[in-house]
T-cell receptor
Framework: NAGVTQTPKFQVLKTGQSMTLQCAQD?????MYWYRQDPGMGLRLIYY???????DKGEVPNGYNVSRLNKREFSLRLESAAPSQTSVYFC?????????????FGPGTRLTVL | GQQVMQIPQYQHVQEGEDFTTYCNSS?????IQWYKQRPGGHPVFLIQ?????EVKKQKRLTFQFGEAKKNSSLHITATQTTDVGTYFC????????FGKGTRLHILP
């Protein structure tokens, strides 16, 4: 099992460019999450998907959109990148939301917006 | 709104010394989780505490959940270089909120 995979690992964008971060899990998990991690700020939830077909905003959703393509895949889109979106992005998955099962994290995408 | 605060932000200890990080919530939590992130890596789940006053141990790590379910601690006995990293708590009220983490640095 690969667990949670993310592509790309690194990306540099210019202000105003768009891109999609891909995430896939092979654990048959129902719930998936996107976080951003900035120095000294911990992990902040951008969006999550409790189950296939549903998505909800987290703590910092502005500037982002998500798509739960199927049970395995959950993508994060930046329509018009800004320097404030320079961060490390982690995708995670869990069996569900009830009882707060543990989350499994992917290796992360390091994004720089110039 | 719900806040989860973690202290200290940084901790330097000599190898072999003990280490403790504390997590405090502004609201009562239904449960709390702890994660470890090695430098350059991704968070990895350590444990979940659910019951008031619960104490769990994993080798040299001891986790506690407060009686009021508003605070938690992680204690490492006799730190080793493999303990280096950032330790996060994540509390669940109506949603999961991560603390900002405590970065542990071990001095040889």
């Amino acid at each position: 099992n690969a667990g949670v995979t993310q592509t790309p690992k690194f990306q540099v964008l210019k202000t105003g460019q768009s891109m999609t971060l891909q995430c896939a899990q092979d654990m048959n998990h129902n719930s998936m999450y996107w976080y951003r991690q900035d120095p000294g700020m911990g992990l902040r939830l951008i969006y999550y998907s409790a189950s296939e077909g549903t998505t909800d905003k987290g703590e910092v959703p502005n500037g982002y959109n998500v798509s739960r393509l199927n049970k395995r895949e959950f993508s994060l889109r930046l329509e018009s990148a800004a320097p404030s979106q320079t961060s490390v992005y982690f995708c995670a998955s869990s069996a569900g939301l009830a009882g707060t099962p543990k989350q499994f994290f992917g290796p992360g995408t390091r994004l720089t917006v110039l | 709104g719900q806040q989860v605060m973690q202290i200290p932000q940084y901790q330097h200890v000599q190898e072999g010394e003990d280490f403790t990080t504390y997590c405090n919530s502004s609201t009562t939590l239904s449960n709390i989780q702890w994660y470890k992130q090695r430098p350059g890596g991704h968070p990895v789940f350590l444990i979940q505490l659910v019951k008031s006053g619960e104490v769990k141990k994993q080798k040299r790590l001891t986790f506690q959940f407060g009686e009021a379910k508003k605070n938690s601690s992680l204690h490492i006995t006799a730190t080793q270089t493999t303990d280096v990293g950032t330790y996060f708590c994540a509390g669940r009220d109506d949603k999961i909120i991560f603390g900002k983490g405590t970065r542990l640095h071990i001095l040889p």
